[in-house]
């Protein structure tokens, strides 16, 4: 599945708050059985999978929003 052009987000409000990269989909698609790690680090020099916000290491809300925001 290439999640190029989907959202992550910490604030249910703000579905767009990080947009997956679409310039590399080789490095943004989860292959058959796999999984993909994002880094939610709010340290995105470190590379595309890295998200521009952090999380708390105690509860909060994670989303994952299609390209169209739902």
């Known amino acids: 599945v290439n999640l ?3 959202y992550i987000s910490d604030n ?7 947009r997956v990269p679409v310039d590399f989909p080789d490095s ?3 292959p058959a059985n796999g999984w993909l790690l994002f880094w939610a680090d709010d340290d995105t020099q470190q590379g595309v999978l890295h998200t521009n916000f952090r999380l708390r290491n ?3 809300f994670l989303g994952l929003f299609s390209p169209d925001g739902f």
């Open 4 to 6: 190029a052009g989907y």
């Open 58 to 60: 105690n509860t909060e």
């Open 12 to 18: 249910p409000e703000i579905r767009s708050k990080w």
């Open 28 to 30: 943004v698609t989860v």
